[in-house]
């Protein structure tokens, strides 16, 4: 019988979105151990309750999340959400664990899908061809810290050659193509 880490947090889901969207990771990241799946308990957001009450999600790999974007064009609604097109969206390929004190602090590798916004700003010719709710899978991968994931997302695939595959919805992500993406790092002077 296989056992699940369970990880409970102190702190709530309005204070994880004031945190850096990617602190920096800990160095040798790939000498921790990792899991397969994950049950995250935290302080859930509820200022209509005295009581304060626990949330929990269980985070498996393979599974697609929305993440919080430290990124100044997402302006959050009224309750703290933002808009679908707003969020970051990846795949979880890993989960490691940093053991501290009686918890662990946990880092999730992400594999990226980028938005229509995110090619345009790199001048990718894609984003002309895409929808309004397309994401792209790009074989980027990086690590976040587990506190800035803000729930799983569903993401459709589409495939144009299958003629028999229901249409996606309106307002539902989807995505059809893979890219690879190539970072140059340049030193401005």
């Known amino acids: 019988m296989s056992h699940r880490l369970s990880i409970i947090s102190s702190i709530s889901r309005a204070d994880c979105r004031r945190l850096p969207a990617m602190r920096s990771q800990p160095r040798r990241i790939h000498q921790l151990r990792t899991c397969r799946s994950i049950e995250w308990v ?11 009450s ?7 790999e393979g599974e697609n999340i929305s ?9 959050p609604d009224s309750d703290g959400s933002l808009p679908m097109m707003s969020y970051w969206y990846g795949k979880v390929t890993k989960i490691s664990l940093k053991p501290q004190g009686q918890s662990h602090d946990v880092w999730l590798e992400i594999q990226w899908f980028y938005r229509k916004v995110d090619l345009e700003d790199l001048g990718v010719d894609l ?11 790009s074989d980027h991968k990086s690590f976040v810290d587990m506190t800035c ?3 799983h997302a569903v993401i459709h695939s589409y495939d144009e050659g299958d003629l028999s595959q229901c249409q996606i919805p309106s307002n539902t992500l989807y995505h059809r193509w893979n890219v690879n993406i190539t970072f140059i790092w340049s030193k401005q002077k």
């Not at 626990?54 to 498996?60: A, H, N």
């Not at 984003?127 to 899978?137: F, I, R, T």
């Open 42 to 52: 935290y302080n859930r957001d509820d200022d209509l309750s005295a009581t304060p």
């Open 54 to 60: 626990q949330d929990r999600i269980i985070l498996r």
């Open 149 to 151: 994931m803000e729930d």
């Open 127 to 137: 984003a002309q061809s895409m929808g309004d709710h397309e994401l792209v899978l």
């Open 67 to 75: 993440i919080f974007p430290d990124d100044p064009r997402s302006i």
